[in-house]
Each structure stands twice: as C-alpha cells, then as structure tokens.
C-alpha cells in the first residue's frame, strides 16, 4: 500500500494568455502542404491558443486486474469539463527529468488530459517489471480506466516514442473501449525481430545498455560505473567484449533475469511470438501514426508498422487512414545526424505533428489531414520531403546490382565493383579471413539510446582498409539515382564453419572520397532458412543468404558512386559470431573462419536497389 495520498498540483503558466474558451467541434483551418512546402517548416496554425490555467495530479492510482495498482501523473485543463484523454506508459518515470513533463504540459495546455502512468514494476507502480509482457492486459486496462473517468469524453489515444511506441501497438491489439488512434515514434513491432536482434542478429550494445546495465530493476541504473573511463571503472567497451555472453552482466554488478531469459531464448520462439505485433496487425481496427527515422535502431518497425496497417489493419478506416513520417534522424527528429548535416528542413517539431493528428481524430478537428497522401519520406541526398500515396512505393523499379572483381575485393583499394549487367560466365571468388578476436569496429548505423557505439552515417573511411571487408563500388555516376524504400543484398557464400555472420551496408562516396553508410543488415547463417529452426553449415558448401537491409531513401547525386561493404562483423553493435555452432551465449571459444564470397553466372551475387524513376510533380500536387 502507498503511504500517501495522490496531491494536485495547479501549474499557473503565467506568460501565455488565458483561454477558457469551450473548444469547437469542427474548424477547418490548414490544408495538406503542397509538395513544394518540407513537412519539417510547415507550421500549421492552432485551432485554439494554448490555456495557461492547467493542473496536475500526482500519483493517481490505477488498478490492473490482477490487482496490481499503477501510478499515473494526469495533466488536465483546470476546472469542470470532458476533454478527449491521451495515455502515455514510461518505464523511464514520470518524475525523472524536467523533461517528463513536457509533453503533459504541451497537451493539456491545448485541451486533453495527458495520463502519464509508469509501467508495471517501474518507479511508482507496484508489480514485478519485466519488459514488454505486461503491456498488452496493462494498456488495455490503463485505457479502459481513462474511459470512464468523470474528466473524459470517452475518446483515448496513446503517445510516446521507444518503449512507450511499442506499449501502444501491445494496447491497441487488444483493442481497449474508447481507444481511437495511437502514435507510436520510433517504436518497435516485433521484440525478437528489430530490439533483440535485427533478424537473428544480436544486438550487443543495445541489449546490454538498454537492459541490465540501467534498467535491471525498479529504478533507472547510474550507468556512470560502467562507462567512466577510469582506473576504478569497468568500461563498456571491455565489458562488451567478455565472453561468454551469459556472466558478462556480473562483472557491471547486475543480475537481470530478463536478460538471461533473453540469451536464452535466441530463436523466434513462443518466449518472443507474443510480443510481435506484425501478427496482430488484422485486430487492430484503429489508424496509427508511424514516426521514425531512417537510422534508427527500430526503422524496421516504423516501416513494418506502417506497411502491416496499411495492408492488413482490421478495418477499411485503420487501412487507409493509417500514416507514416519517417526522415534522415536516429531515435528522434533533428537537422544533423552522424557525420551529416541534412538542412532546416530535415527538422520536424513531433509535438505539433501528434498534436495535428489527435485534433483530427479526437476532437474532429477538419485540418486537412484526410485529404493528404499518407506517407511522407525524406529523400537523402537532395534533402526533400516527399508526399506519397503508400510504402513501398507503386512505380518502384527494383534493380539488381551486381557484385564483380578479379578476386581482390578486399578494402577500398581493392578491384571490387559493381555492375548493371549479370555474369555470363566464371569469376574468381572473392574471400577474407573472419577472426571473432579482431571484429570490424562498429563505425555508424542503426542504435541509439546512450550505447557507446557510434550511430548514423559515419565516415567508412577509417575501417576501408581492413583486409575483412570486401568493398565493390560502382564508376560515378552520370545521373542523379534515386534509391527509396527496402533493400536487399542476395548473396552466394561459403565458409569453412558450421555457423558465422555475414554483414553488408550500402555506402554513398562523394567525389572527395567521403564515404558514407545509408543502410545496413546482417544474416546469421544458422537463420538463413528459419528464425525458429535454426540449422548449421556444412563447411565448403555454397548457401544463399538473403541480407535484409530495411531500408532506405538515399538521391545518389551525380558524382558520386554506389558502394557496398561486405564483411562478417560489426562489433559491439551486433555480438561476435564464435563461428563454432556452439549454444548461443555460453561459450568462450573462439573459431578463425574462411569467407568465400561468389559472384559468377550461376551464383551472381547482388544488392536489389529500390529504383525510383525521375519524379515530376511531387504527388501530393497531382
């Protein structure tokens, strides 16, 4: 039982003018943009000025159940009145930062209650924490309770990026009373697939980072003994590379059950099925709002998820009227990112974003949204925002690029390229020695979240000359390429160990020799069939991997040259394959292995380019 009682707190916001005007039930003010506006400068006008007289509830109880009572924060206009109710569940707390309050003070300022809960076993909220599994019965209940209460019109969305993103899809599955729209933000849709591992691939830094080192228990861990570069520290860096991966949290002073339960469980099991929505999709009757970034860690389930709605959502509202955002950023919107700056117009300010969407769709707001295309995209490269009518996009042309050398592929100086035109006959093979006590430094890509690893899109040049990538690029090019949407490298290879990595990113050279990642992937070749029946090699034999690489939109400008990396590691954002075969996680032994990579008539190797033809008049001017 709680030893006090939930207290009101009255937030006077005295620079702002009053506005206690009833809201109305339809204004029709701001258009969709027009193609020539970047969604990142458009401002749409308010339909109501923000109040200043507004209050929140601390510590309000909220029973699951099972009897377990969550705390929320509630953000609400002042005084007697129904407003449409958004929720938001955090296992980062509701009190943490300063920041915590934003987005409550933001919304109830312009007309809803913000319900801000922390998650079971987290912070304030009674219950044992264990990630994810949870969410589905405990967002359903935190929105069935919102519904009813004497503040509430009854309509409810949910808000919230990462961890409070993919709670949302868990909510909507189950399809709570009153929940009209969710807006999940770089947020996943399948744990196994795209947060654990990328496909199969294990992701190390995250896993590690995000998990036992600040999240073992019921508060946020200081992360500063595990990071500080000191004689009394044990570094992230050191500690990633232990093995065996099952005591590496001991050494950092943690003891995560969930993290055990996760490298326990490496395949796609019944452990992971329930926590993938992309199952789910057809019981979801509601229209979501994807927002992501191309370099964030989940990109995949901001496409995924927009993809699934739009296809398989449970009615024909939730198909056609789900939308996406989705531009050049890590795990949130900004201008730069990486080594790369991307213009003003790459910014995009979410707030007024979500704000636009739950006016239309909680308080019937007519602002244009219905009558705009449902996907916008940022096309690197020319740094434009684009207006389409779905994802992957209709006119799409997918072209295979083909790998060729003279079998010295091996670094940038190598005679790797790549080529429209398919082998007609014999090539030598390209090969390099994979050593698991030498990885390929991770140097950019898809993370985030305060892991040391560096992400977004990094100069290559540093690790180009290492004898464990092979490098294939194209001659420059005579005309601007558009690559937009999922890309795919096929790949014919052998090894001479039963089990091991392979590991490709697509690489945008600029004329000065700037080399810079635009996507990447990884296939666990024990995966390349199944990620539920995983299988081993036989040593020499050639296999087919097919490398997800997501996705990307990338206007590889006249110049510049198309490159692609090839390699069997990227370490610590993906854990060391040992090349043994041996039980994931719990074995220290290490295996040199001998990579072949073919690309001859009858095993053409290639990367599958999303080829968008030149654009005219932008879509949403048609």
């Known amino acids: 039982m709680r030893a006090y009682r939930p207290v009101a707190l009255v937030l006077l916001l005295l620079l702002i003018p009053a506005f206690l005007a009833e809201q109305p039930s339809s204004v029709s003010h701001a258009q969709a943009p027009s193609q020539a506006q970047a969604l990142g400068v458009v401002r749409f006008p308010p339909t109501v000025e923000p109040r200043n007289d507004i209050q929140m509830q601390n510590l309000v109880p909220i029973r699951m159940r099972d009897g377990v009572t969550l705390y929320a924060d509630v953000f609400r206009p002042l ?10 569940r955090t296992p980062y707390s509701t009190e943490r930062t300063p920041s915590a309050y934003a987005a409550g003070v933001f919304f109830a300022q312009r007309g809803y209650v913000y319900v801000f809960q922390d998650v079971r076993g987290r912070h304030e909220s009674e219950g044992a924490w264990d990630p994810f599994h949870h969410d589905e019965q405990d967002g359903y209940d935190t929105v069935a309770w919102a519904a009813k209460q004497p503040w509430s019109t009854g309509k409810i969305a949910m808000q919230g990026g990462s961890y409070l993103g993919q709670n949302q899809w868990r909510a909507a599955q189950a399809n709570p009373p009153g929940l009209v729209t969710i807006f999940p933000m770089v947020a996943s849709t399948s744990i196994y697939h795209d947060w654990i591992t990328l496909n199969g691939g294990w992701r190390l830094s995250f896993n590690f980072g995000w998990g036992p080192v600040r999240q073992e228990s019921r508060i946020m861990q200081n992360t500063g003994p595990h990071t500080l570069d000191d004689a009394t520290a044990i570094h992230f860096d050191t500690l990633q590379r232990h093995l065996p991966l099952s005591t590496m949290q001991r050494l950092a002073g943690r003891n995560a059950k969930f993290y055990d339960d996760w490298l326990a469980n490496p395949d796609y099991n019944d452990y992971w099925k329930p926590l993938n929505v992309e199952e789910m999709f057809d019981k979801i009757t509601i229209p979501a709002h994807t927002f992501g970034g191309w370099f964030d860690i989940f ?44 213009g003003p117009e790459a910014d995009v300010d979410a707030l007024d974003l979500q704000l636009r969407w739950y006016d239309y769709w909680l ?22 925002w684009v207006y389409e009518n779905e994802y992957p996009l209709a006119r799409t042309d997918y072209r295979p690029f083909y790998f060729t050398s003279g079998g010295r592929a091996n670094t940038a100086k190598g005679d790797g390229s790549l080529t429209w035109t398919k082998p007609a006959g014999s090539s030598t093979a390209d090969r390099y020695t994979y050593d698991p006590a030498n990885p390929v430094p991770s140097l950019g890509g898809n993370n985030c979240c305060g892991t040391p690893t560096p992400t977004g899109p990094k100069d290559q040049r540093p690790i180009e000359d290492r004898q464990d990538i092979l490098i294939y690029t194209s001659e420059p090019l005579q005309d601007q390429l558009e690559v937009t949407g999922p890309v795919t490298i096929v790949l014919y290879a052998s090894s001479d160990a039963v089990d091991t990595d392979f590991v490709a990113k697509l690489v945008d050279v600029h004329p000065d020799g700037e080399s810079y990642n635009m996507a990447e992937g990884i296939v666990r070749a024990r995966y390349r069939d199944s990620l539920s029946k995983p299988t081993l090699m036989k040593p020499g034999q050639v296999y087919r991997f097919e490398i997800d690489m997501v996705g990307t939109s990338i206007a590889f400008q006249k110049g510049h040259r198309i490159r692609v990396h090839v390699t069997s590691s990227h370490f610590p954002q993906f854990n060391r394959n040992l090349n043994t075969g041996a039980k994931f996680g719990t074995s220290a032994e290490l295996k040199v292995a001998q990579q072949t990579i073919y690309h001859d008539a009858e095993r053409p190797s290639h990367i599958v380019l999303p080829v968008i033809p030149s654009r005219g008049p932008r879509q949403s001017e048609q």
Do not use: C
């Not at 005084?79 to 109710?85: A, F, I, K, N």
């Not at 219905?370 to 434009?384: D, I, T």
């Open 363 to 384: 308080k019937g707001i007519d602002n244009g949204l219905a009558g705009e295309p449902p996907v916008k995209l940022f096309v690197m490269g020319r740094n434009e």
């Open 79 to 88: 005084g007697e009145g129904r407003y449409p109710v958004i929720v938001s």
């Open 299 to 342: 990109s995949q389930g901001t496409l995924r998820g927009y993809v699934g709605m739009s296809q398989k959502g449970g009615t024909p509202e939730a198909r056609t009227m789900s939308h996406m955002v989705i531009g050049p950023w890590g795990h949130g919107a900004s201008r730069s990112f990486g080594d790369i700056d991307f």
